[in-house]
């Protein structure tokens, strides 16, 4: 959890946060459980881990506002999401298997003792048919409309992991509410150039950014995190 909250990302009691593609809830769950009268706007789209989402925050009562939505660019519904039942964390509404599988991999790969390419056919659980993606309906809000739907006035952080699309929930932010907005981290997957797009977004935005890959589970890949803090003397 402490991914989120490194290089310069600061939260105190009373922190809003908003959190984007918050599957099962483990870091807003950290959030409401560490800042006293904290805030956490959590927006999961797929149905099982929205579920759970609400389950493992339901003792936060108003504090955690719960919402069945991904982000985006646009107000849609109906727009189909691939999830994987087998690894959930790897669902996404731009899905590529194949390169879902080898990163999936490798993050195994890292956290082994025994490494994957000496562990026989029959040991390896890891293999595509963890990829068998089960398609779902879902709804995606530009993070404008939730910002006004939810009457947020202050963002201490805007934390998105969604698994591609990163640029599009970015794009659903206006520049008014992009004032309201302290600090941002992301994950993000590089090959497409993906983090220098984004580092240069957020840049113009008057945030000074840091990049950081955590070795120790993705080592090997192209999976990085951005840190984005307001720059102070601009």
């Known amino acids: 959890l402490n991914t989120y909250l490194r290089n310069g990302i600061k939260l105190t009691a009373g922190a809003v946060v908003i959190d984007v593609g918050a599957n099962i809830g483990l870091f807003a769950h950290h959030v409401l459980n560490t800042y006293p009268e904290s805030r956490v706007i959590a927006l999961e789209p797929a149905t099982p881990l929205f579920r759970a989402l609400s389950k493992n ?41 194949k390169k879902d599988f080898g990163l999936f991999k490798s993050i195994v790969h890292n956290a082994l003792i025994k490494p994957l390419e000496n562990i026989s056919d029959d040991e390896n659980l890891v293999n595509d048919s963890a990829f068998a993606g089960k398609s779902m309906r879902c709804s995606v809000r530009r993070l404008d409309s939730i910002i006004s739907d939810y009457n947020i006035n202050s963002i201490d952080l805007l934390k998105i992991d969604v698994q591609h699309g990163e640029d599009r929930v970015l794009s659903g932010i206006s520049d008014r509410n992009w004032a309201r907005i302290k600090q941002v981290v992301l994950e993000v997957q590089d090959g497409d150039g993906a983090i220098e797009t984004i580092e240069a977004f957020l840049m113009k935005k008057s945030f000074k950014v840091h990049e950081q890959q955590i070795l120790e589970i993705h080592r090997n890949t192209d999976v990085y995190f951005i840190y984005a803090t307001r720059n102070l003397a601009s």
């Open 57 to 97: 925050l339901s003792s936060f009562g108003t504090r955690a506002e719960i919402l069945p939505f991904g982000c985006g660019d646009a107000n849609r519904d109906n727009v189909q999401f691939c999830y994987y039942p087998l690894v959930p964390g790897m669902s996404s509404f731009f899905p590529n298997s």
